[in-house]
């Protein structure tokens, strides 16, 4: 979308205008700085556009590239985990179960049982998926 917006910006520019134009002036004449910035970058972009789009169909096409949550699904449990227990022991505040203690240390001590359980449920997973009787 962005490469056809700009080839036709860039044709816009490149046709003369009449209102710029002057009684019996040739286009050498009217040629301005712009101008010819202008034509030197529709040439260049020209030739240089099939090497552009073989390296952009290179670039979507590879496969090998995963996000961060793909990567490290353990690491990902554990921190969802951990913010989510942290969120349960701090919310109730000094008035829930852990009454002898201060909302965030409720929610550090909950926080990190719940990331140990996020982490541990995701490793179990991710073993049997690689060892399991379904695995390739």
Sequence with gaps: MIRILSWMVLA??????????????????????????????VARLTTAESGVAS????????????????????????????GSGFLIGYLPGDDAVFDDFTAGFNGTVVGGIGAGAGASIVAIIQSARRHGPWSK
């Design 55 to 82: 390296s952009i169909a290179s670039l979507q096409q590879s496969p090998g590239r995963r996000n961060w949550v793909q990567r490290h699904p353990v690491w990902t449990a554990a921190m969802v985990g951990f």
């Design 12 to 41: 816009m520019l490149a046709v003369t205008s009449p209102a710029f134009a002057t009684d019996g002036a040739s286009d050498v004449e009217r040629a301005t700085p712009i101008r010819t910035s202008v034509r030197v970058e």
